[in-house]
Structures are given as C-alpha cells and as structure tokens.
C-alpha cells in the first residue's frame, strides 16, 4: 500500500498531504453517530418526549443529538485527507451538490405532507425555500426553526463549509502542524465562550440559533481539517478507542445530571462546554481508527455489514424523524417502559430498509448522472 504520510523527516512541514486511501473504519462511525441522532430522537429529549419513552435509555440517549457534531468534526476531517491540490473549486462545489442535493430534496416531499400536511406544523413559505435551499441557520428570522425536513438544519451547516473550504485548504497548507493544531484549539475555546454566552444573555429560542449558526459550528470543522493535514504529515497520535469510549461514557454521566449535581452556574457553563467538548472526543476517536486502520489493524467497523450501513447513514438520517413523527401521528406515543428499546430496533430496522432503498435508487444514481464517477 503506498504510504500516505509525509515522511517524518522532512523539513517542509507545509506539504500537502496526499489523496488517501479508504478509511472503512470512519463509513462505520458514520453509522453509529447517525443512530445516536435517531436514539436521542425516537426517545425524546425530555421524560415526556420522543416516540418512546425508555428508562433503561433515558436520559443518556439525549447525548445522541450531539452525533451532529461528530458528523461536523468528519466532515472536515475526509475532506482534508482526501484533496488533491490542483482540483478547481467548481468541481469540488458540483460533487458536493451530486452528493448531498438530489437526496435531500427526495427526503424532503414525504416531510411535506407528514409535517405540514398531516402533522400540521406551522410554517411560511420563504422558511421553507430557505430550508429546501440549505441556508435556514444562515438567517435569525427563519420561522420555525426547522421548516421543511427538520434535521437537514445540519446539511445548511454543511453547506456553509463547502463554501469555504476551497479557500480554507489552501491557507492550511501553509501552516505550520503547529499553528494548525493551535488555532483549531483556540476556535474549541471560542466555541465554548459564545455558547456561555448565548446561554446566559439570550432568549432559549435566540441562543439555540446561535449555537447552531455554521459560524458557532465552525470550529468543529475546523478541527477535523487540522487533524487531517496533521495525520498526513506524521502526527504520532495513537489514543485507544475503548479508553475514549469509557473517558465519554463518564462524561455523559456528568453532563446529563448537571442539573441536579451541580449549581445553576456550573450547569450551565457544562453546558456550554459539551459541543467543543464531544468535538475533540470525535476527533480523537477518528484519529485512533484512521491509525489503527493505516497500521493494518481492521475491526468490526470494517465489516461489510457496518460499510453498508455507513454508506446508507446519510438517508438513514434525512428519513429517521420522517418515520418518527408519522409513527406519533398515526399511532400515538407508546406507554413508558424498558420494552421499548425492542420497539426501537424494530424502527431502526424499517428506517435502514428505506435507507437502502434511498441510497440505492435516488442518492447513487443521482451522484453518478450528476458526475460520471463510480461510487468508491
């Protein structure tokens, strides 16, 4: 296998690094993170919510929305790693739209008619276009705050990174590791700060706009393209994925009960803290597969069961909520009870067979119309 490393002994830190090989291990976390969206949604992020309350779950699984985060960290992460200097920004732009447009707006008909139509959730029509345009956290005034496919609010987040990232990556190779590493830490802190800040000066409807602003979620970004360019270069990082998994474990602990175990202060500075906070767990748990995986070491994440459903994560996730809410409109919420985590696998089961089909008759046919290219 060619190597992807600069080798350590060079003295030009700045150089590029190369276009990577498949890293199969990071398709599997896809999965997982998509799923934790799904658990914190399916059982509701307060005892009364979700589709089905499970206490065996709850209310660990709200931890699950923060799988957004790690899908932000990623995403800066892949696109580092796999540039290849030299390509032009509009061909960048039209793979990324090949990507991630025709299946969003397939996902987005059936939310019409079970949110709007059905469900009769409120909403206007320039909300809506700003949602089917992938700009509805660009804009304060966005009425409600998830019009249109509600979970698509990460892909506007998205987009706004596809739009920068031609230019971010050139102004990166020139970086030091170093300084790379060092401003992805300072936007962590920043991040932190405008949270805290947002929590105790605006209104919960205004201070969760913010925090979801692509500006707020930039640094998570951020810190998945240092990481890349850093990997590349030669950065002997190795962390163990089960320490990290116990290390998150204990911090989810931590933060779900902040309320009762702490003061109204540090509740709420804990709460600031916990996106920069899973951002540098994402980061850290995707360096130690990509170097596990790079030295030959394969898992269970490698599995071909756990690469299709990495591959199918992204419509797993536009349609998860879809399926949600039309369960809750045509059937109602279950009673409490453990005996629904069985119901859970069984809703998981029916969104991963839609997902197959989705990714198998809209989102690869349309990206390879769109491109011409096979899948990889």
Do not use: K
Not at 246 to 258: D, E, G, P
Not at 299 to 328: D, E, K
């Amino acid at each position: 296998m060619t190597s992807l490393l600069v080798p350590p002994q060079t003295p030009r830190p700045r150089t590029r690094v190369r276009r990577a090989d498949r890293l199969d291990s990071l398709t599997g976390l896809r999965f997982l993170a998509a799923f934790a969206v799904f658990t914190h949604h399916f059982t509701g992020a307060g005892a009364t919510g979700g589709v089905a309350h499970t206490p065996a779950l709850f209310p660990y699984s709200t931890m699950g929305v923060n799988g957004v985060g790690f899908f932000f960290v990623l995403s800066g992460f892949l696109l580092a790693w796999g540039h290849r200097a030299g390509t032009p920004a509009r061909v960048f732009y039209w793979r990324r739209v090949a990507r991630i447009v025709p299946l969003h707006l397939a996902a987005t008909v059936p939310c019409i008619w079970v949110f709007h139509v059905w469900g009769g959730v409120p909403w206007d029509l320039p909300s809506f276009l700003a949602s089917v345009f992938l700009v509805q956290t660009w804009f304060p005034g966005v009425v409600p705050m998830f019009p249109g496919n509600g979970v698509s609010w990460t892909l506007s987040v998205e987009a706004f990174f596809y739009l920068l990232f031609p230019l971010v990556i050139r102004g990166a190779y020139r970086l030091r590791t170093r300084t790379l590493l060092a401003l992805a830490a300072a936007g962590l802190v920043a991040m932190a700060a405008v949270n805290s800040w947002a929590l105790t000066h605006l209104s919960p409807f205004h201070a969760e706009w913010l925090m979801r602003n692509p500006l707020a979620r930039l640094p998570e970004f951020a810190l998945g393209t240092a990481l890349a360019l850093a990997v590349g270069r030669g950065l002997s990082l190795r962390p163990r994925p089960a320490v990290l998994a116990v290390l998150f474990a204990s911090y989810t602990v931590v933060h779900v009960h902040r309320d009762q175990r702490f003061d109204h202060a540090v509740a709420v500075q804990l709460a600031a803290t916990v996106r920069p906070l899973v951002a540098l767990f994402s980061a850290l748990l995707i360096v130690a597969h990509v170097q596990r995986e790079r030295a030959g070491e394969r898992g269970w994440l490698c599995t071909p069961l756990m690469m299709r459903l990495g591959a199918w994560s992204y419509a797993f996730y536009l349609l998860h909520q879809t399926v949600n809410r039309l369960i809750l409109d045509h059937w109602g919420q279950a009673a409490p009870g453990n005996q629904n985590v069985f119901v859970l696998i069984g809703v998981a089961t029916v969104v991963v067979a839609l997902s197959w089909a989705a990714y198998r008759y809209v989102e690869e046919p349309a990206r390879r119309a769109l491109t011409g290219r096979r899948s990889p």
